[in-house]
């Protein structure tokens, strides 16, 4: 059974940082890219960045130059380092599993709030 | 950045057929996937690169795509099915994720 458990999330400061984690169990974490996908408050999915295997990035032109995304395949985990946080991020994080192009398992989210 | 252009919501009679559209100009050289969210709930895959159903998916749901728009259908509307939808698609260098509008399928 596939379980992705995200933490990290709450509130902060305009400008603020914070780092979300995401702990994986049931499949061999190395093997398979993981994402950070996030929804704002009553809107729609966004994809946030991904991570290869082997530790390749890509992020999304939202939070490019903020955000990195890392992980550690000893500990089954993956991380998201959000810094120079606005209004803008306020929202749930989900962790998914990449496989084939999309995303086959998703965690049930960590909520990030930025406000004074 | 690219867009997928979903319509925001549809209402449908249970028994009925919906089929939610979604539309972008990489579409006929990116798969394309489709999400299911019901209310506090994280999404669930329902059809993965254009028509394939992942197992535990019910047969109802069917997915197809042709030129730049790619088609969720759901035959055979269930209230279980009441849910807002997302298509998910790539860039065209498969670089960059992106999620559809979303459409908001309600039914009466």
């Known amino acids: 059974q596939v379980w992705l458990v995200e933490s990290g999330g709450g509130l902060v400061k305009p400008g603020g940082s914070l780092r979300l984690s995401c702990a994986a169990s049931g499949f061999t974490f190395s093997d398979y890219y993981m994402d950070w996908i996030r929804q704002a408050p009553g809107k729609g999915l966004e994809w946030v960045a991904y991570?290869?295997?082997?530790?390749?990035?890509i992020y999304a032109d939202s939070v490019k130059g903020r955000f990195t995304i890392s992980r550690d395949n000893a500990r089954n985990s993956v991380y998201l380092q959000m810094n120079s946080l606005g209004g803008e991020d306020t929202g749930l994080y989900y962790c998914?599993?990449?496989?084939?192009?999309?995303?086959?398992?998703w965690g049930r989210g960590t909520l990030v709030t930025v406000s004074s | 950045s690219y867009e997928l252009t979903q319509p925001p919501s549809m209402s449908v009679s249970p028994g009925q057929t919906a089929r939610i559209t979604c539309s972008g100009d990489?579409?006929?050289?990116?798969?394309a996937y489709w999400y299911q969210q019901k209310p506090g709930q994280a999404p669930v895959r329902v059809i993965y690169?254009?028509?394939k159903r992942p197992s535990g998916i019910p047969a109802r749901f069917s997915g197809s795509s042709s030129g730049t728009t790619a088609t969720l259908t759901i035959s055979g509307v269930q209230a279980e099915d009441e849910a807002d939808y997302y298509c998910?698609?790539?860039?065209?260098?498969?670089?960059?994720?992106?999620f559809g509008t979303g459409t908001k399928v309600t039914v009466l």
């Open positions: 998914a599993r990449d496989h084939l192009g999309g995303f086959d398992y």
């Open positions: 690169q254009d028509s």
């Open positions: 998910q698609s790539a860039d065209s260098s498969a670089t960059y994720f992106f």
């Open positions: 991570i290869s295997g082997t530790g390749t990035a």
């Open positions: 990489n579409l006929p050289n990116q798969y």
